[in-house]
């Protein structure tokens, strides 16, 4: 059975950081895409970025580029989202995702796999 697991959510200041994780279990992700997606309230649901499992090549959505970053960590089967520089624009339920097409999809609908979202708050 395939799991996603994320955490590492919480509350911050504005300006501060976090870092989420994504345990990825279940099958083996060497081919996938794994994105990390945020809903805010009313909003909804928006490509944060994603990485190649594979090669680990990144792509980030413009609104957070240059301040999140995306890692994997083979051994361990986890994919991290490294939060800097948080505004209180960011604060969201953050999903990790995985898509089989092993492509950058930002449309949520290209991804097989969820995880059950961690709340991350930002305070201003």
């Known amino acids: 059975q395939v799991q996603l697991v994320e955490s590492g959510g919480g509350l911050v200041q504005a300006g501060g950081s976090l870092r989420l994780s994504c345990l990825a279990s279940?099958?083996?992700?060497?081919?996938?895409?794994m994105a990390w997606f945020r809903q805010a309230p009313g909003k909804e649901r928006e490509f944060v970025g994603a990485?190649?499992?594979?090669?680990?090549?990144?792509y980030y959505a413009d609104s957070v580029k240059g301040r999140f970053t995306i890692s994997r960590d083979n051994a361990k089967n986890t994919v991290y989202l490294q939060m800097a520089s948080l505004k209180p624009e960011d604060t969201a339920v953050y999903y990790c995702?995985?898509?089989?097409?092993?492509?950058?999809?930002?449309?949520?609908?290209?991804?097989?796999?969820w995880g059950q979202g961690t709340q991350v708050t930002v305070s201003s």
């Open positions: 995702a995985a898509n089989s097409y092993g492509s950058f999809r930002t449309d949520s609908n290209a991804y097989d796999y």
């Open positions: 279940g099958r083996t992700f060497s081919s996938y895409v």
């Open positions: 990485i190649r499992w594979s090669s680990g090549r990144t």
